[in-house]
C-alpha cells in the first residue's frame, strides 16, 4: 500500500446551472486510487458517483452551464502526474482512453451501431499507439481473447447488435484495454446483466487487474459486487462523500446511518425463505438536488437524527480511525 | 391442500413467428415459453427467476392473456380463459392486473396521478360519480403509502418509488386477487427496493393477493417468495419451496444461479460457478437438455432427450437427469470441491486474494491443485 497513487482527487466539485436554480452535483470529493487496488463508489441516483466519473474523463460538457472546480491528478504514462482539470483539450484527448479509460454502463448505447466492432476498438489502438491497420486488427483479436469472447477473428466484422449483452460489455471492456490504461473507471458495467453474466465480467475485471496492474474506479449500487470486487469503498450521498473506508471494515462496522441503512436494506441470502420480517428499509426518497435538506443531507431519511444538530449545520468529514473518514456528528455516540 | 388452485397452467407454449423473408420456406419460431405447467394457490407469491431470454416475462403476459398462448391451457379459479375472446375477458381483467418494471415508462407523463389510477375504474365502468372515484383513488393512494396531495401531481414530480407505489395503487383499485409482477423493483433505488418489496408483502397480507414475481433479483426473490419456479430457455427447470431451493438446489442451472449472486459481505468465502458464454438462442434450442450446452455435469444421456420435470422430493421438482451428483448449496461449498473453473476466495485470516485452479470434476488425475496467490505469495 506504499505504491504513489495513480489517480489523486482532491475537493473536487461540480456545479450545474439549470433552469431551476444550481445544483451542487459533487462537492468536495477527495480521493486516491493505487495501482492495482479497486475503489468501489456506492451511491443511490442523484448521489453524484457518475457525475464524479465524467468529470475525472473530462465529459462533462464544457460551457457555462457546468463549472467543475478541484484538482485531478492522474499519472501519466510517462510517469508525471497531469492536471487533468486544467489540461489542454487536444492533450486530454491523447490522455483520455489511453492513461485513463471509461466502460459505461449501457454497452448498447455506448458502441457505435454502424460501425463493426473490430474497426470500433482498432480505431483506439491506432490513435493512441501509432499500429498500422494490419498490427492494429491483430491487436484487437488478441484483446477479443484476452476478455473472453470465442472465435474473435470473426467477430471483428459484427455489428454490436449481432452481440449479446455480455458480448458487447466485454467488448466495451477491450475497448477500453486497448491502450492498457492506469486508471480504468467502470460505472455500473454490471448492472443491466444478468448475475450469471455478471459473475463472468467481474471475474474478467479481476484478471486483468491482477495481470495488469490497472487501478479501478467501480462505480455501483450493488453492495454485494462491492463485497465482492473492491479493496476500499466511498459512499457517496447527495453529491458528497459521507464515508470511506477499507471493505472489510466498511462492512464489519458502518459507521454513518446511511452506510448501516443500506446494508441492512438488502435481503440475505442465507435467510432466503425464512421471512423475518419486513426489511428494514430506509424511509423517505432520494433528495431532490434543487432542494438539498439542511446541515446534513441524510438527516430527513436518518432514524437517529437529533433537531438542532443534524440539521444545523453540514458535518465534516472526519477520521474515525486509519484509513477511515465518515461524515456524522454522532458516529461516536451511534457506533458501540 | 385441496383448496382449488387461483392459477393453473398446463403444458403452456408461446411461440413467436420470425418475421419471414421473402425467400425463407419455412417461418422460424422463437420458443419463448415451450411447454411449462404449474399451479398457484390463493394467497401464495411464486417467482419465477432465469437470465434474460428465459421467457419468464411472457409467461407473466400470457397466464394474463395479454397475448394469446399457442397452446396449452390456463384455468384462472376454476374458468378456462385460454381461449376467451377479448370481451368474454373483460370481467375476468379486473381480477388479474400487472405491475410493469419500469415506473418511468408505464406512467402516462401527461396524465395527473389520479387519473392514472382511476383509469381501471373507467375502463370498467365501475359505479358512483366522481366523488366516488375520488375517494377510491384517495384510498388507493393511502393502501401504497402516498398522500392524497399526490393525486394532483404528475409522473414527473414524483420520485422511482413514489412513482412505482402509483403503477401498485393503479394495479390494486379494483381490488384484484391475482397480481403479476414484472420486475417490480429492479429499476429503483437500493434503499427505495427494500420500501417497495415491504409495501407487496404487506398488500398481499391486507388483501389476500396472490403473486407471480417475475424478477431476476435472487436476494429479493429469496425474500418474497413463497416457492420459486426457475426457467431455462422457455422451459421451467426447478420449482421449489423458497427456504428448499436456496438449501438444496437439485438443477445445475439453480446451483450456478445461486452461486453467482453476489453476497454483500467480504469476508465470505466464495465458491463461484462460472457458466461459459451466454444462453443460447431460443430460436434453435439445444438438443436434449437445453442447459447441457453450459452444464458442468452434462453427460450424452443429457443431450439424448428433453428431460421431463419431475418429483425429486415432496414438492420439489426438477429436470435433471443426473441424480447422483451432490449439487452445492450457495455459501456452503468448501474450497476442495470439484470444479470446471477456478475457485476465488479471499483467505479469512490474511484477507489475501487467492486464485485456486481445481481439477475437473471428470478427470480421476490425482495432480494437485495449481495455486497462484496475489502478492505477497502464501505458502498454499
Known sequence: MTAAPVLQVEDLSVRFRTRGGEIAAVSGVSFAVRPGETLAVVGESGSGKSVTSLALMRLLPPGAAVTVTGRVGLRGKDGRMLDVLTLPEPEMRGVRGDAIAMVFQEPMTSLNPVKPVGEQIAEAIRLHRGLDRRAATEEVVRLLDLVGIPAPRQRLASYPHHLSGGMRQRVMIAMALSCEPAVLIADEPTTALDVTIQAQILDLLRRLQERTGMAVVFITHNLGVVAEIADRVMVMYGGRVVEQADVRPLFARPLMPYTVGLLRSVPRLDLAGRRAGPLPAIPGNVPDPLHMPEGCGFHPRCGDHVAGLCDARLPELESAGEARLVRCVRWRELTP | ?380
Not at chain 2, 388452485?5 to 411461440?15: G, Q
Not at chain 2, 422460424?28 to 394467497?43: E, H, L, N, T, Y
Not at chain 2, 427467476?49 to 411472457?58: A, F, L, N, P, R
Open chain 2, 1 to 380: 391442500m385441496t383448496e382449488r388452485p387461483i392459477l393453473e397452467v398446463r403444458d403452456l407454449r408461446k411461440w413467436f413467428p420470425l418475421g419471414s423473408s421473402l425467400f425463407s420456406r419455412h417461418r422460424q419460431q422463437v420458443k419463448a415459453v415451450d411447454g411449462i405447467s404449474f399451479s398457484m394457490r390463493r394467497g401464495e407469491i411464486l417467482s419465477l427467476v432465469g437470465e434474460s431470454g428465459s421467457g419468464k416475462t411472457t409467461v407473466g403476459r400470457t397466464v394474463l392473456r395479454l397475448t394469446a398462448p399457442t397452446s396449452g391451457s390456463i384455468t384462472f379459479d376454476g374458468q378456462d380463459i385460454t381461449r376467451l375472446s377479448r370481451r368474454q375477458l373483460r370481467p375476468l381483467r379486473r381480477r388479474m392486473q400487472l405491475v410493469f418494471q419500469d415506473p418511468f415508462a408505464s406512467l402516462n407523463p401527461r396524465m395527473t396521478v389520479e387519473r392514472i389510477v382511476s383509469t381501471p375504474l373507467i375502463i370498467h365502468d365501475e359505479p358512483g360519480g366522481i366523488a366516488a372515484r375520488r375517494a377510491k383513488v384517495e384510498a388507493a393512494l393511502q393502501l401504497v403509502g402516498l398522500l392524497p396531495h399526490h393525486a394532483t401531481r404528475y409522473p414527473h414530480e414524483l420520485s422511482g418509488g413514489q412513482r412505482q407505489r402509483v403503477g401498485i395503487a393503479r394495479a390494486l383499485i379494483l381490488r384484484p386477487d391475482f397480481l403479476v409482477a414484472d420486475e417490480p423493483v429492479s429499476a429503483l433505488d437500493v434503499s427505495i427496493q427494500a420500501q417497495v418489496v415491504n409495501l407487496l408483502l404487506e398488500l398481499k397480507d391486507l388483501l389476500g393477493l396472490t403473486i407471480l414475481f417475475v424478477a431476476h433479483d435472487l436476494a429479493v426473490v429469496g425474500h418474497i417468495s413463497d416457492r420459486i419456479a426457475v426457467m431455462y430457455l422457455g422451459r421451467l427447470v426447478e420449482v421449489a419451496e423458497t427456504r428448499v431451493l436456496f438449501a438444496r438446489p437439485r438443477h445445475p442451472y439453480t446451483e450456478a444461479l445461486l452461486s453467482a449472486a453476489p453476497i454483500p459481505d467480504p469476508t465470505v468465502e466464495r465458491q463461484r460457478i462460472i457458466l461459459a458464454g451466454d444462453i443460447p438462442s431460443p430460436i434453435d434450442p439445444p438438443p436434449g437438455c437445453a442447459f447441457s450446452t453450459r452444464c458442468r455435469y452434462a453427460t450424452e444421456a443429457c443431450r439424448a432427450a428433453v428431460p421431463p420435470l419431475r418429483e425429486v422430493a415432496p414438492g420439489h421438482l426438477s429436470a435433471c437427469i443426473r441424480d447422483d451428483i451432490a449439487l452445492q448449496a450457495p455459501r456452503h461449498g468448501a474450497l476442495t470441491a470439484p470444479s470446471k473453473e477456478t475457485c476465488r476466495c479471499r483467505l479469512r485470516s490474511t484477507g489475501y486474494r487467492v486464485t485456486i485452479a481445481c481439477p475437473r470434476p471428470s478427470t480421476s488425475s490425482s495432480s494437485a491443485p495449481a495455486s497462484s496467490a496475489s502478492a505477497p505469495p502464501t505458502n498454499w
